[in-house]
C-alpha cells in the first residue's frame, strides 16, 4: 500500500497535496480537483494500456493524451462527459494499438469509476515519430 497523501490548505482555497515525497499545488490558481481527477484517469488509463500491450506483445515508444470533461448544470455537478484523445508513437498497426486501448478503458479502474457518472469518450490515432520530451 502506498503512503498516505496529505493535504494541507491555508488561507482559504490555497493548498498543497503530498504524496511519495512530492508536492503539488492546489488552488485556483494552481492545480484544480478535476485536474486531478483528469490526470488519475488519464494516468491509469496509460497504466493499463501499458499492461494490456505487453501481454499482447505490442510495441509502443510513448503516447500524448489530451483529457477534458464536461460537468452537470445539476447539483451536485458531477461529470457528465469525459473526453479522451490519445497519440500512440509505434509503428504497430492501428488496429492492434486500437484493441490495446478498448481493453484499456474496459479494465482501467479510474476509468471505469468515473464511468459510473459520466460517458467516456476515447479516441486513438497513431504517429510513427520518435516521441517528443
Request: glycine share 6%; charged share 25%; hydrophobic share 40%.
Amino acid at each position: 500500500m502506498r503512503e498516505m497523501a496529505e493535504l494541507k490548505y491555508r488561507d482559504g482555497f490555497h493548498g498543497t497535496y503530498e504524496v511519495g515525497g512530492q508536492t503539488l499545488k492546489i488552488g485556483m490558481d494552481a492545480i484544480r480537483p478535476y485536474d486531478m481527477t483528469y490526470g488519475a484517469v488519464a494516468s491509469c488509463m496509460w497504466a493499463t494500456y501499458l499492461d494490456v500491450t505487453k501481454k499482447k506483445e505490442v510495441s509502443v515508444q510513448g503516447a500524448d493524451v489530451s483529457i477534458s470533461g464536461f460537468k452537470r448544470k445539476a447539483i451536485p455537478a458531477t461529470l457528465e462527459r469525459v473526453v479522451i484523445h490519445v497519440t500512440v508513437y509505434s509503428k504497430e498497426p492501428l488496429e492492434k494499438l486500437q484493441e490495446c486501448m478498448d481493453l484499456a478503458i474496459k479494465y482501467c479502474s479510474m476509468v471505469q469509476t468515473v464511468a459510473k457518472v459520466a460517458a467516456i469518450e476515447y479516441d486513438i490515432q497513431k504517429s510513427e515519430e520518435e516521441p517528443h520530451a
